[in-house]
C-alpha cells in the first residue's frame, strides 16, 4: 500500500509550498477563481442552449472507476479527492455497480485509529462487499444507457438513482457517467 501513495512529508511539501504561494497572491486570486467559475457556468449554459438533448452531450466522459479487486483505501481516496458521492465499480464477472460514499463510510465505522480500521482499509472491494452486509454496491445493470439516448430518458432514471452509467456498445467499457449535478 505505501507503493501506492504519496508519502506525507512529500504532499505536507507540496501544499506547504502552495500555501505560502496563495497567501502571497492573497485576495485577489481567490476572488479571480471565483468569477472565473461564474463566467464558465454562464458560458456552459449559453453552450447548452445549442446542443442535442442527448445523454453524451451531458455526461462525464471516461469517468474514473473502481475495480473488485482495488483496496478500500485507494478507492476511499479516489472518493475524497474528486468529491465523488459514488463511484462505479466493475466486479469480477464483467458487471457493473456503484459504492456510495456512504456505504464506505458504513464499512470503515467511526473508529478512527487502530487495527479494525487499518485492516478494513487494507481489504479489497470485494472483500469489503462480502464482509458486511451494509456495505453494498447498486446493481447497475438497471442505470445503464447509451450515448445517444434522450437527456428525458437519463431524467427519468435519476428519479430512481443518483448516478446513470453510459456504457459502451462493446464489452463492459464505461464511456462515462451523468449525474443531477451534470444536467443543472
Known amino acids: 500500500m505505501k ?16 500555501r505560502n504561494d496563495a497567501v502571497h497572491q492573497g485576495a485577489y486570486a481567490r476572488h479571480l477563481t471565483k468569477n472565473a ?5 454562464v458560458l456552459e449554459e449559453a453552450l ?23 483496496l478500500v483505501s485507494l478507492v476511499r481516496q479516489q472518493m475524497l479527492e474528486n468529491s465523488y ?3 462505479p465499480v466493475l466486479d469480477k464477472n ?7 460514499d456512504a456505504a464506505v463510510a458504513l464499512y470503515l ?14 481489504s479489497t472491494v470485494e472483500q469489503a462487499w462480502e464482509s458486511l452486509a451494509s456495505v453494498y454496491l447498486i446493481d447497475a445493470k438497471c442505470l445503464t444507457m447509451q450515448a445517444d439516448d434522450r437527456l428525458d430518458k437519463a431524467l427519468s432514471a ?16 464505461l464511456l462515462g457517467v451523468l449525474t443531477a449535478l451534470d444536467v443543472l
Open 3 to 18: 507503493s501506492l501513495l504519496a508519502p506525507f512529508a512529500t504532499l505536507y511539501d507540496l501544499v506547504a509550498a502552495a
Open 94 to 100: 464483467g458487471n457493473w455497480h456503484v459504492l456510495s
Open 109 to 122: 465505522g467511526a473508529e478512527r485509529n487502530g487495527e479494525k480500521r487499518k485492516k478494513c482499509l487494507a
Open 48 to 70: 447548452k442552449s445549442y446542443m442535442n438533448l442527448v445523454v453524451m452531450d451531458f455526461m462525464v466522459p471516461n469517468p474514473a472507476y473502481a475495480e473488485h479487486w482495488q
Open 158 to 173: 435519476l428519479k430512481q438513482h443518483p448516478i446513470v452509467l453510459v456504457k459502451s456498445s462493446e464489452g463492459t467499457g
Open 85 to 87: 458521492s459514488y463511484i
Open 37 to 41: 467559475i461564474r463566467l464558465a457556468i
